[in-house]
């Protein structure tokens, strides 16, 4: 599988030639009039203003530290073309939004990121959820099973549920959507390395209850190199890696069409200290490195690419945000129909779902939290969204309560169902400020794919620390920024009080790890052992030669193996990963 990794990576490259083609907005005459109107008004009108009132610093800039102009016009835009830079909603390159009529039709999808404790305490907050109008799930799991271990394991002590929910085995997943509609429900689950099996456990919790696999709908993130890169919840090499996730791609066009088997993730990456060009840039990057991984293993584009969805972060510049997500799909449209040649335009959407930014909730005086996450959510729903999670006001100190989750959840509605911006699409397209953001957003992007293609791809840069070297740097200035008080955050470098915490704090079941220790152990003793281990060594012997493993996995998942048991025979044949130490 090493060709999908090739150094011979081409990238349309397009940039300059798109936005100088065909016919400019604005007349040239025209131009050079408010050229000269901007210098007068600048000696005249500005000059007096500021004499008499100077702005309040010497420099403003965005959440990504770029700098804002004071003013922006035609001039700002100017080389720009309609239909290569615009063009109309539902139409190509889709920087309008990937919909004709968006959200005037359908809502984006209402998708409360929820998991805590044991099965059961979830699945009580999932329904909770449902009956309060939220209209998809999405599944938080705990540390342990993000890594693979199993609840009892030694190396998962002190894990259980603190960060989602525990799923080791068929069993839990049974309970995890016990009452709940397979069919009616589109489900989403961030889990990553161990993604092909928990999918496989949902798959076989529907089976068990009579549901076919065509009418599943939802979306597991299975973004590896997003967890090389940011993360760090890998567990096996980048290659064999990289080939399960192709094996989940494959089986998913055949056998669960309506399934988004990746959902490329820069949220991960924006919450590790990124810019939102580096989030943008290296999010998309890795969803064409998956495109070519795809197409190595045989696969048409058209076959496996319109299941391919996204996944951003909607941070604090409100401006910069929106320009961010009007550039993601115009790069991707470009990209899909001029570089991969696909044909079928459902390749060529960018589709998204976005969190808003847990990394900026504040301990301090959480309550603004709440404010924080209307003006992300948004950002994200003027952006052209698909799918939206809103943090909650309490998630800085504990996971969210059920007041905080539905306060959060709330807040999308009052969004869609108060605020008027769904009326219309893509309100601030022609923005001077927005397009002119939106173009500078995609110039970084190419910038960041030439860079990238000059080290060989995305995995040798993931290699040679180019990646986690960017964002790094990126979070240093942004950190410093904060405390040498050039950047405010509210409560905590401006406007700070000391007064003791009043919300409520989230508690779990107290004996809920002994229940699911008791539960796995039960589980163990009651299955037919032979079985399990009959299907585990069938699942040793795919993984050492090429098939495709996810028929051998839903077998071993189906017989209740666990995700322990599983992990451990694919560490058995692929190793397991250290990072180097970057210098």
């Known amino acids: 599988m090493a060709t999908g990794t090739s150094s011979s990576i081409v990238y349309s490259l397009m940039y300059n030639s798109v936005i100088t083609q065909g016919a400019a907005m604005y007349d040239k005459k025209k131009l050079d009039e408010l050229k000269n109107q901007i210098e007068t008004w600048e000696e005249t009108s500005l000059s007096k203003a500021l004499a008499s009132l100077p702005e309040r610093m010497d420099e403003f800039i965005t959440t990504s530290s770029e700098p804002i102009n004071r003013l922006y016009t035609p001039l700002d835009v100017a080389d720009a073309d309609y239909a290569s830079s615009l063009g109309l909603p539902g139409d190509y390159p889709y920087t309008r939004g990937v919909h004709p009529t968006l959200h005037r039709s359908k809502l984006w999808t209402m998708r409360m990121f929820a998991g805590f404790g044991t099965a059961e305490e979830t699945n009580a907050r999932f329904k909770y959820l449902l009956e309060q109008g939220q209209t998809g799930l999405s599944v938080a799991f705990d540390l342990a099973t993000l890594m693979g271990y199993d609840t009892d394991q030694p190396e998962a002590l002190g894990e259980f549920g603190k ?3 525990a799923v080791s085995s068929l069993k839990d997943m049974e309970i995890l959507f016990d009452g709940i509609p397979f069919d009616q429900v589109s489900t989403s689950m961030t889990i990553n ?26 979306t597991i993130q299975n973004d590896i190199l997003k967890e090389f890169i940011a993360q760090k919840e890998f567990i096996f090499p980048p290659e064999p890696s990289m080939r399960l996730v192709v094996d989940t791609m494959e089986y998913g066009s055949q056998k669960v069409p309506q399934w988004n088997t990746i959902s490329i993730s820069g949220y991960h990456i924006r919450e590790a ?6 989030e943008l840039a290296f999010t998309l990057g890795d969803g064409l490195e998956y495109v070519r991984w795809g197409i190595a293993r045989g696969m048409d584009v058209d076959e496996f690419a319109p299941r391919l969805s996204f996944f951003f972060n909607a941070h604090n510049d409100f401006f910069e945000e929106i320009a ?12 899909m129909r001029e570089t991969f040649k696909a044909k079928n335009p459902r390749s060529w959407l960018c589709r998204f779902h976005t969190q808003t930014a847990g990394v900026s909730l504040t301990a301090q005086q959480p309550e603004n939290n709440v404010v924080r996450v209307a003006i992300q959510a948004l950002a994200a729903v003027l952006g052209g969204t698909q799918s939206l999670h809103t943090n909650s006001l309490d998630e800085a100190l504990a996971l969210p309560s059920e007041h905080a989750v539905t306060i959060a959840l709330r807040t999308q509605q009052i969004i869609a169902e108060e605020s008027g911006v769904t009326n219309t699409v893509d309100p601030l397209g022609g ?14 992007a190419y910038d960041y794919f030439r860079r990238v293609e000059e080290m060989g791809g995305v995995i040798p840069a993931i290699e040679k620390g180019f990646f986690q070297s960017e964002i790094s740097d990126a979070a240093y200035r942004y950190q410093r920024e904060i405390d040498r008080g050039i950047r405010k955050i509210v409560g905590v470098n401006a406007y700070a009080e ?12 107290p004996q809920g790890y002994q229940r699911q220790v008791k539960r796995l152990e039960d589980l163990r003793k009651t299955r037919d052992n032979g079985r399990v281990g009959q299907t585990l060594d069938r699942l040793r012997i795919a993984l050492e030669g090429t098939e495709n493993t996810m028929p051998h996995i ?10 322990g048991e599983i992990i451990q025979v694919m560490k058995e044949a692929f190793g397991v990963y250290e990072e180097p130490t970057m210098i």
Request: with cysteine; hydrophobic share 45%.
């Open 163 to 165: 960060c989602g929910v």
């Open 193 to 218: 390395s161990p993604a092909a099996i928990t999918w496989a456990m949902y798959l076989a919790a529907a089976e068990n209850r009579g549901v076919r696999l065509d009418q599943l709908r939802g």
């Open 273 to 278: 200290g990124s810019t939102a060009a580096q």
């Open 324 to 335: 961010k997500y009007r550039a993601a799909r115009r790069i991707w449209a470009r990209e």
């Open 431 to 444: 923005s001077f400020f927005v397009e002119a953001l939106t173009d500078r957003m995609e110039k970084e």
């Open 498 to 509: 000391k007064k003791p915490l009043t919300i409520p704090i989230l508690e779990m079941d």
């Open 554 to 563: 839903m077998e071993a998942v189906h017989a209740y193996a666990t995700l």
